[in-house]
């Protein structure tokens, strides 16, 4: 990720007051790699670089912040600036119902998004949507359609693959008119490749049923033929939105920031997955993040100043100097991570983490804090200074007064023994960094 490639640099202007030009130019290099890396237009990438350098250059360090996050910070919110606000609204016709055309090549995820959007719709906004199958050609599309509608619980409208698409958006946008439908997706076929065949065809359903929206579907998989696609469609047939789908696959997502750039035109959905119910807002600042390959490195420095006490955090350092650590400041410091959220949440925002595999599947047992913390506060005075002392009667009696069990509590006692020796060791690196003048 980014914050990784900037090590370096930073490392060199730890300590500076200003940014000058030459730091830049060096992060800008890396930046400019990340970029590229995340398959994003080099073109756009080249602007990008410009703009964030001249903001950049000069810039007094924030106290609060090393000049590399801070980097970063201008970075993330110039792509974020650069993808637009969030836009996930969709038109509303005057008179409904409201027509959305779904258009995209073949594979992009029209049939499996317009059921996502269909569910939204319903589920969020309580509107009544009517799915129209206009694929005729592609083999067992409608009846995918229709599978989709079941699954939903949604109607399809379906005339066979004998009828023209013109036609069948016709009769359906009659037949919502009739039993009041507020919404008529139209699912229209798609071509491994464009041609003028498809585009007159898409003309033809856009003139004839006047949408309030024509929504292209991308897979965010594809890159830069992405951005390709959507500028040709844009050109042949005017979009009014991006629906950026197969985020949950491996792709950094450089597609989201080129299309915006090249075509102007919002991205407003991103799909997530193959069921029904992944289908999310488009959001820029994470897209940024995940561009850049470094999580919500941000929000985390965000909320790590918000709640971490500074003069908390100095008094803790000393006290691990000096090994006067006690359960009392353990208790202390357990409070203050859990008051930076649940810990399953602030492990995801780690860089990286969104690589890591089973991290979902990982969760941190808030239940097992709880524990920690009765178990402590079932200690005297002295007990919590002096673990030492805790024998075996005490054990017991403590276990009983914090409703835990015995092995618990050895385990908690083994543990905050462990970790007093990993304090005296990291405190012993830090004397020795310290005299050759090294941060940490
Ligand atoms: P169409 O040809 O454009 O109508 O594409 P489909 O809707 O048939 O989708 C093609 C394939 O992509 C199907 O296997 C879908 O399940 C899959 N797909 C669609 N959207 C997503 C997504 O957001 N994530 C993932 N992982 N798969 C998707
Ligand atoms: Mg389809």
New binding site residues.
Partial sequence: GLADRLQGTIQKIRGKGKISEADVKEMMREVRLALLEADVNFKVVKQFVKKVSERAVGQEVMKSLTPGQQVIKVVQEELTELMGGEQSQIAVAKRPPTVIM?V?????????????LANLLRKKHNRKPLLVAA?IY?PA?IK?LETVGKQLSLPVFSLGDQVSPVEIAKQAIEKAKEEHHDYVLI?TA?RLHIDEDLMGELKEIKELSNPDEIFL?V?AMTGQDAVNVAQSFDDALGISGVVL?????DTRGGAALSIRSVTQKPIKF?????KMD??EPFHPERMASRILGMGDVLSLIEKAQANVDEEKAKELEQKMRTMSFTFDDFLDQLGQVRQMGPLDELLKMMPGANKMKGLDKLQVDEKQISHVEAIIQSMTKNEKIHPETINASRRKRIAKGSGTSIQEVNRLLKQFEDMKKMMKQMSGMQGKGKKKGMKF
């Fill in positions: 779904m995209g090549l073949q594979g992009a995820g029209k049939t499996t998004t317009t059921g996502k694929d592609r599309a995918q699912d798609g579907v897979d789908t197969k985020l949950d696959g991103v799909g997530m997955g193959e992944a289908l």
